[in-house]
């Protein structure tokens, strides 16, 4: 009856979603978004949709747990759906254990989401706080149908595939992440009411993947701070060992040993074929996964999500095949740092132009236009400009033109034309 009625809550939340977009439009309601917490309040001190729903969330994860997760979230459903039809098709993920599921959603929570507002709110402090629930319109932050679509597979169900149950939730989401403390701090946890006869039926059934059994039995109650509170758990013991029940956190007895990835869990006989721990491997496999990451972030448009997502993947199996796919693993890593070294120049090449060091990047952006697999009329025109104050008129005349034949509609050209065509005519007198 629970899972039923999570369910219905998870299929109304979708047709609210649509219900946004096609009826009401971002008139009133503009984008709910966890990141506009970040983004807005914190960034520019405004209080919209977003915001709001960020701060239920947060308040309702201290007295209930992450009820927002498990009963409200899309990707989260998303993701269940995934392992339903792998399931219906004969696909049986093993679910990935490891301290990254902790260290990984917390960096890209504090690198991509609180460091860069709150340096942002330092150089430029609010002037007031304001409430504008229509700010900003619903699209602002999602991202075309091609790498939308490729989210939504990679992230949605490749990444259950790969790394097992809710494997972007608990190895990526930072609004996960965020939630923990409070989730930590909750009134209301899945207890241990006596009488568990240690089937693992809890722990098979867990969305999140969490060794409920081990944890009731040893905690006498769920710590882990993935719980979502869908209560699948007590849904499918067969000896209502367990009950979802208040109690006062000042009461609650809080050990480290309560929240770290103890290598006894996942052993119980009739649930560890299920999971695999890649424990031993964590750091390097961080490491892989923030070089590969940072590597294809933000080219092709892809986003924080997909560009992690892909990196999350491909960095745990390299680690899992290196040695039997040796020359496999190195083509790959090798398609990553041809992708880096294209980040690298751009980077290299705005940073020095905006220092008007016009040598540099020229040198630099000259080597991503070369290299990168898709034209872009930005870089174009960046030089063309340099190649113009350098009064080098004939590259700069070519990259204009490469510029307007990427994109012929845009008429910011004309201008720097004009400037070029009138030097070259006072050069000839």
Same mark, same amino acid.
């Given at each position: !009856?629970?899972?039923?009625?999570?369910?219905?809550?998870?299929?109304?939340?979708?047709?609210?979603?649509?219900?946004?977009?096609?009826?009401?439009?971002?008139?009133?309601?503009? =984008?709910?978004?966890?990141?506009?917490?970040? *983004?807005?309040?914190?960034? *520019?001190?405004?209080?919209?949709?977003?915001?709001? %729903?960020?701060?239920?969330?947060?308040?309702?994860?201290?007295?209930?747990?992450?009820?927002?997760?498990?009963?409200?979230?899309?990707?989260?459903?998303?993701?269940?759906?995934?392992?339903?039809?792998?399931?219906?098709?004969?696909?049986?993920?093993?679910?990935? &254990? =490891?301290?990254?599921?902790?260290?990984?959603?917390?960096?890209?929570?504090?690198?991509?989401? %609180?460091?860069?507002?709150?340096?942002?709110?330092?150089?430029?402090?609010?002037?007031? %706080?304001?409430?504008?629930?229509? !700010? /900003?319109?619903?699209?602002?932050?999602?991202?075309?149908?091609?790498?939308?679509?490729?989210?939504?597979?990679?992230?949605?169900?490749?990444?259950?595939?790969?790394?097992?149950?809710?494997?972007?939730?608990?190895?990526?989401?930072?609004?996960?992440?965020?939630?923990?403390? /409070?989730?930590?701090?909750?009134?209301?946890?899945?207890?241990?009411?006596?009488?568990?006869?240690?089937?693992?039926?809890?722990?098979?059934?867990?969305?999140?993947?969490?060794?409920? =059994?081990?944890?009731?039995?040893?905690?006498?109650?769920?710590?882990?701070?993935?719980?979502?509170?869908?209560?699948?758990?007590?849904?499918?013991?067969?000896? &209502?060992?367990?009950?979802?029940?208040?109690?006062?956190?000042?009461?609650?007895?809080?050990?480290? =040993?309560?929240?770290?990835?103890?290598?006894?869990?996942?052993?119980?006989?009739?649930?560890? &074929?299920?999971?695999?721990?890649?424990?031993?491997?964590?750091?390097?496999?961080?490491?892989?996964?923030?070089?590969?990451?940072?590597?294809?972030?933000?080219?092709?448009?892809?986003?924080?999500?997909?560009?992690?997502?892909?990196?999350?993947?491909?960095?745990?199996? %390299?680690?899992?095949?290196?040695?039997? *796919?040796?020359?496999?693993?190195?083509?790959?890593?090798?398609?990553? !740092?041809?992708?880096?070294?294209?980040?690298?120049?751009?980077?290299?090449?705005?940073?020095?132009?905006?220092?008007?060091?016009?040598?540099?990047?020229?040198? *630099?952006?000259?080597?991503?236009?070369?290299?990168?697999?898709?034209?872009?009329?930005?870089?174009?025109?960046?030089?063309?400009? !340099?190649?113009?104050?350098?009064?080098?008129?004939?590259?700069?005349?070519?990259?204009?033109?490469?510029?307007?034949?990427?994109?012929? &509609?845009?008429?910011?050209?004309?201008?720097?034309?004009?400037?070029?065509?009138?030097?070259?005519?006072?050069?000839?007198?």
């Amino acid at each position: !009856m629970i899972r039923k009625l999570r369910i219905a809550s998870l299929v109304g939340v979708h047709i609210l979603i649509l219900a946004h977009i096609y009826l009401w439009g971002d008139e009133v309601i503009g =984008s709910v978004d966890f990141q506009e917490f970040f *983004h807005a309040f914190i960034k *520019h001190g405004v209080i919209n949709s977003g915001v709001i %729903i960020v701060i239920i969330a947060f308040v309702t994860t201290l007295i209930f747990g992450r009820f927002f997760c498990g009963w409200a979230c899309h990707f989260g459903a998303v993701q269940e759906l995934a392992w339903w039809l792998l399931n219906k098709f004969g696909l049986k993920p093993i679910t990935l &254990n =490891s301290s990254l599921v902790t260290i990984l959603p917390l960096f890209i929570l504090i690198n991509f989401f %609180i460091l860069p507002n709150v340096f942002y709110y330092f150089q430029s402090p609010w002037e007031k %706080i304001r409430i504008d629930l229509g !700010m /900003p319109e619903i699209w602002a932050f999602l991202p075309g149908f091609i790498i939308g679509s490729l989210t939504f597979l990679i992230d949605g169900f490749l990444i259950v595939y790969f790394l097992g149950r809710k494997g972007f939730c608990r190895f990526l989401c930072p609004w996960g992440s965020f939630l923990k403390l /409070p989730n930590t701090l909750a009134f209301f946890k899945v207890r241990n009411i006596g009488g568990c006869i240690k089937c693992g039926n809890c722990t098979s059934n867990c969305p999140v993947g969490i060794d409920v =059994s081990y944890e009731i039995n040893n905690f006498d109650k769920v710590t882990n701070t993935n719980c979502t509170s869908c209560l699948d758990c007590i849904d499918g013991c067969p000896s &209502n060992a367990i009950a979802y029940q208040w109690k006062n956190p000042i009461e609650e007895k809080f050990k480290l =040993s309560y929240y770290v990835l103890n290598r006894d869990m996942y052993n119980l006989d009739t649930i560890k &074929n299920k999971f695999k721990s890649i424990h031993k491997d964590d750091f390097i496999t961080f490491l892989l996964i923030l070089l590969l990451g940072f590597s294809i972030d933000g080219l092709y448009g892809m986003g924080h999500f997909l560009s992690f997502g892909i990196a999350t993947i491909t960095a745990i199996q %390299i680690i899992k095949f290196y040695k039997k *796919h040796i020359i496999i693993s190195s083509i790959v890593l090798l398609v990553f !740092m041809f992708h880096g070294l294209i980040k690298f120049s751009i980077w290299r090449g705005i940073e020095n132009y905006e220092m008007n060091n016009y040598s540099s990047s020229i040198w *630099h952006l000259e080597r991503a236009i070369a290299i990168h697999p898709k034209p872009i009329g930005k870089f174009h025109v960046l030089l063309a400009q !340099m190649y113009f104050d350098n009064n080098d008129f004939v590259n700069a005349e070519k990259h204009l033109l490469l510029a307007q034949k990427i994109n012929p &509609n845009h008429t910011s050209y004309k201008e720097l034309f004009e400037k070029i065509k009138s030097k070259k005519n006072i050069n000839e007198k």
